[in-house]
T-cell receptor, first 114, second 112 residues
């Protein structure tokens, strides 16, 4: 365990389904992130939250909807996804300034859209 | 645009030394980080360089040259468990947003 817990680890969903990914950290970090990791591509930043406020939406389609109810929890709500959205979705947390401390990542949710 | 270039694959033998290079082109720069990711696992933080020069942490060292927009990760005394993907990442100076931009990753295969 890294200190950042993501559930579920695997998810298969149809294009008409609605599902949510959950991320939880109890490291005292105040910034949380969603990244998408596809094969042969760099990790793509999706959303950034600082102190529960969204500070970055990296041109993500509206079928992905983030929610950050507090500094310890982050959700990614999914609806009407496309097969190309199949990927590993990683959550990370950090102190407000990265400095030498870096991000702590969760193990990710492997999403397959059928 | 913003990009970080790394070799896609590197192969080395146990006990050897390997260097993974990273060149970057980003709108802002607050430092270069390195992450390791084993297959199916979470990326884990290895090192961070904010200033030019070499940082050493055990068997791993990381180097940065800001004037060349270049850095590398040096792994010494390679072990089988070092087989993983390695990513360089730049902290972008984008306003108040604290975000990392990642490279495409280098798959390191350590052979007996």
């Amino acid at each position: 365990e890294t200190g950042v817990t993501q559930t579920p680890r695997h998810l298969v969903m149809g294009m008409t389904n609605k599902k949510s990914l959950k991320c939880e950290q109890h490291l005292g970090h105040n910034a949380m992130y969603w990244y998408k990791q596809s094969a042969k591509k760099p990790l793509e930043l999706m959303f950034v939250y600082n102190f529960k406020e969204q500070t970055e939406n990296n041109s993500v389609p509206s079928r992905f909807s983030p929610e950050c109810p507090n500094s310890s929890h982050l959700f990614l709500h999914l609806h009407t996804l496309q097969p190309e959205d199949s990927a590993l979705y990683l959550c990370a947390s950090s102190q407000e300034r990265v400095g030498p401390y870096g991000y702590t990542f969760g193990s990710g949710t492997r999403l397959t859209v059928v | 645009g913003q990009s970080l270039e790394q070799p896609s694959e590197v192969t080395a033998v146990e006990g050897a030394i390997v260097q993974i290079n990273c060149t970057y082109q980003t709108s802002g720069f607050y430092g270069l980080s390195w992450y390791q990711q084993h297959d199916g696992g979470a990326p884990t933080f290895l090192s961070y360089n904010a200033l030019d020069g070499l940082e050493e942490t055990g068997r791993f060292s990381s180097f940065l040259s800001r004037s060349d927009s270049y850095g590398y990760l040096l792994l010494q005394e390679l072990q089988m468990k070092d087989s993983a993907s390695y990513f360089c990442a730049v902290r972008d100076r984008g306003g108040a947003t604290n975000k990392l931009i990642f490279g495409t990753g280098t798959l390191l295969a350590v052979q007996p």
